[in-house]
T-cell receptor, first 114, second 113 residues
Framework: EAGVTQFPSHSVIEKGQTVTLRCDPI?????LYWYRRVMGKEIKFLLH????????ESGMPNNRFLAERTGGTYSTLKVQPAELEDSGVYFC????????????FGQGTRLTVV | TQLLEQSPQFLSIQEGENLTVYCNSS?????LQWYRQEPGEGPVLLVT?????EVKKLKRLTFQFGDARKDSSLHITAAQTGDTGLYLC?????????????FGAGTQVVVTP
């Protein structure tokens, strides 16, 4: 069974450009989470989807970040326009159904804004 | 914000030695998870502890959850070079989903031959 996969693995963009990150969760997992780790800081929660609905987006930094999960399958996280402080590693995780189920993480996308 | 503090930040030991990593918070978590992360990879779940006072063993790794569910420890016995990695603790805030996590900053463990 395939794990959580993220694309691209690395992205280098200029300040002001747009970048879209993609996450494919484990098949059948209703819950999808986005996290981010910026340099020197801990991994921080961004938002949580249950199927196609945003359950909790309390961790989203600002309105330059837009997350979608069309049809409750894969998810995208778009940053527009990107700023220098958006640099970091973006992780996606998924978990199965409701209840006390652990989340499995993807390998992350390293975003560098120059 | 519920802070999870991990200590030490960095630990270097020789093969065969024992080590303990601590994870402390002033807040109660419904569950606490330990992950290990390798460079260029995402965190990989090692264990979840739920009940106060719970002890779980995974081969040479022993995980303990404090009685008050605010702190946890990871003990590795007779460390091997393959134990090298970044160890992360993460507390679940919700009772209905363990995927929304508060992470500690991590402890980098280096085991030398």
């Amino acid at each position: 069974e395939a794990g959580v996969t993220q694309f691209p693995s690395h992205s280098v963009i200029e300040k002001g450009q747009t970048v879209t990150l993609r996450c494919d969760p484990i098949s059948g997992h209703d819950n999808l989470y986005w996290y981010r780790r910026v340099m020197g800081k801990e991994i921080k929660f961004l938002l949580h989807f249950v199927k196609e609905s945003k359950q909790d987006e309390s961790g989203m930094p600002n309105n330059r970040f837009l997350a979608e999960r069309t049809g409750g399958t894969y998810s995208t996280l778009k940053v527009q326009p990107a700023e220098l402080e958006d640099s970091g590693v973006y992780f996606c995780a998924s978990s199965q159904g409701q209840g006390r189920t652990e989340a499995f993480f993807g390998q992350g996308t390293r975003l560098t804004v120059v | 914000t519920q802070l999870l503090e991990q200590s030490p930040q960095f630990l270097s030991i020789q093969e065969g030695e024992n080590l303990t990593v601590y994870c402390n918070s002033s807040s109660v978590f419904s569950s606490l998870q330990w992950y290990r992360q390798e460079p260029g990879e995402g965190p990989v779940l090692l264990v979840t502890v739920v009940t106060g006072g719970e002890v779980k063993k995974l081969k040479r790794l022993t995980f303990q959850f404090g009685d008050a569910r605010k702190d946890s420890s990871l003990h590795i016995t007779a460390a091997q070079t393959g134990d090298t990695g970044l160890y992360l603790c993460a507390g679940a805030r919700g009772t209905d989903s363990w995927g929304k996590l508060q992470f500690g900053a991590g402890t980098q463990v280096v085991v030398t031959p």
